[in-house]
């Protein structure tokens, strides 16, 4: 299954009547050569069928755009530019949108060849707030026809995760399990943000299941999960029931996702799932997201919608980890101590007992639950994958409804330290510098869950934007402070 939106920017140059057209037809056939040169043709479309610089020319403009497949826009002044139809391309354009302006080529013609476009960026964002339009202005708006194309480029990973939140639905299983309210998923704001949603019970996906029983494409799947597995297949006799149940899901998601083409599930994994499905279905849900299908445990659907907007941005594989337990002193100081950058306190364990897909793990095993274990059967809590996650740069981050209906979200930047865990499950040792005092005046002091999703790289920049996109307030999207630049209500003699 495609799971993740493919971007095509058209890129609209736009003039003030009263300043020469030609600027902006040469700037722009300048920022897309500089882009073509940089990045290739893939991805953006240049608007030729005029410089927007009338109310007419902006339909013009739209449905040219549109009629070439455009989902998302760059709104390009080669001068001043119109404040009123270039900010009406935007309201009317059905997808996300970004404004960025021409800077001056030369001192030898800043006469007839001066844009002023650094002036009217200012007018457009006045005009964007008037009209309460929604667009990406990135932090350095003007600049040269290179710097321009490069603006674009990282505008393409935001857009992907805007496109995709619009036809995005979430299928989830089931109410949170006891004891798991910090997952508290209001639906408002899902709604607000585009997003749809469908809950099921877990009775109709246990049907579903049974129902599956004896497919035929059963031995394939298996023979798919022997062959990712392994050396680590140590558990060959529960594939079968694995493979039924992942055929369940994915004929579940054709099924359901109706006029949506995006989904991801969040889904219930116990108290009552091991003892009748006779399994769990950790193995499966890492297997879905390595499709590109982000799959939460224990019914975290603002996690699965983190973990979405993750895969969007950096068109990887994701993983969703409990913020779980501390550094011991000892490995602390046999493995980390003198070897990395890093305070005890920077250090933590992120966990789930085998969610996350064998791509993003250093070695894998397929086991038992141990945790379930401790109270049930063995035999019904297998279908865990355990092993190390693979060492390497990491964004821990979250997107979240709070439970009077706020939108709220973090990001940290980190890596995962080539340290053996000696642990069980799906997990690594993670480092983010002040992660003591992140995980205190931010984790605790705003009321996160213990999920984080984590995308494999540093993508802080893109999701910062992405979440100011789609209305998460600058007050509410928080970050690891570096050391001295303290959080509102650290104490200043501590």
């Known amino acids: 299954m495609n799971n993740l939106p493919q971007v095509k920017v ?19 056939r300048a920022l897309v050569e500089a882009y073509v040169g940089k990045y290739g043709t893939e991805g953006i479309y240049e608007c030729p069928v005029c410089i927007v610089e009338s109310e007419i020319h902006m339909v013009q403009a739209l449905e040219d755009v549109k009629a070439a497949g455009c989902n998302a826009l760059c709104v390009y002044l080669g001068n001043f530019g119109p404040e009123i139809s270039e900010t009406l391309l935007a309201k009317h354009f059905d997808g996300p949108a970004m404004f960025i302006a021409a800077a001056e080529e030369s001192q030898s013609d800043l006469v007839g060849g001066r844009g002023d476009a650094y002036c009217g960026m200012l007018n457009a964002s006045y005009n964007l707030k008037l009209r309460n339009v929604k667009a990406y202005i990135p932090e350095n708006p003007v600049g040269t026809a290179s710097e321009c194309a490069d603006r674009i480029h990282e505008f393409l990973p935001i857009a992907r995760a805007i496109i995709g939140l619009h036809d995005l639905k979430i299928i989830s ?16 704001q899902l709604y607000n943000l585009g997003v749809e949603i469908e809950e099921n019970s877990e009775l109709d996906l246990f049907e579903a299941f049974n129902k599956h029983a004896g497919d035929e494409r059963i031995p394939a799947k298996v023979k798919e999960m022997e ?6 297949n140590l558990k060959p006799t529960i594939l ?14 054709e099924a359901h996702k109706g006029y949506r083409k995006y989904v991801a599930i969040a889904g219930k994994c116990w108290p009552a799932f091991q003892t009748q499905f006779g399994f769990v279905p950790c193995y499966v849900n890492s297997r879905l997201t390595g499709m590109g299908i982000p799959v939460s445990c224990e019914v975290d659907i603002y996690g699965c919608l983190s973990e979405f907007i993750g895969s969007c941005v950096s068109q990887d594989v994701v993983t969703l980890l409990d913020i779980n337990n501390t550094v011991p002193d000892d490995m602390y100081e046999e493995a980390i101590q003198g070897k990395f950058p890093y305070t005890h306190s920077d250090t933590f364990m992120g966990f ?3 969610n996350t897909c064998s791509k993003k793990l250093s070695f894998c095993n397929m086991k038992y639950q141990m945790i379930m274990a401790r109270t049930l059967p063995e035999e019904v809590t297998q279908g865990t994958l355990e092993g190390d996650i693979l060492p390497g740069d990491i964004t821990f981050y979250r997107l979240q409804s709070t439970a009077d209906n706020k939108l709220r979200a973090y990001i940290a930047q980190g890596e995962v330290l080539p340290v053996a865990t000696k642990s069980f499950g799906s997990i690594g040792v993670f480092a983010i510098p002040e992660m003591g005092r992140f995980y205190r005046h931010v984790l605790i002091e705003k009321n996160f869950p213990h999920h984080g999703a984590v995308a494999f790289g540093h993508f802080g920049k893109s999701l910062f934007e992405v979440f100011k996109y789609v209305g998460v307030p600058v007050e509410d999207l928080d970050f690891n402070h570096p050391k001295g630049m303290m959080y509102p209500t650290e104490n200043p003699f501590a």
């Open 227 to 232: 062959e990712e597995l392994g050396e680590g």
């Open 173 to 188: 299983f089931g109410p949170r399990p006891l004891n798991f309210l910090a997952c508290n998923a209001p639906i408002k």
């Open 240 to 253: 079968p029931k694995l493979a039924q149940y992942e055929l369940t899901l994915l004929d579940w998601v």
């Open 10 to 28: 058209g890129i609209v140059a736009v003039s003030r009547d009263c300043f020469p057209e030609s600027l902006s037809v040469n700037r722009r």
């Open 352 to 354: 789930h007992c085998g």
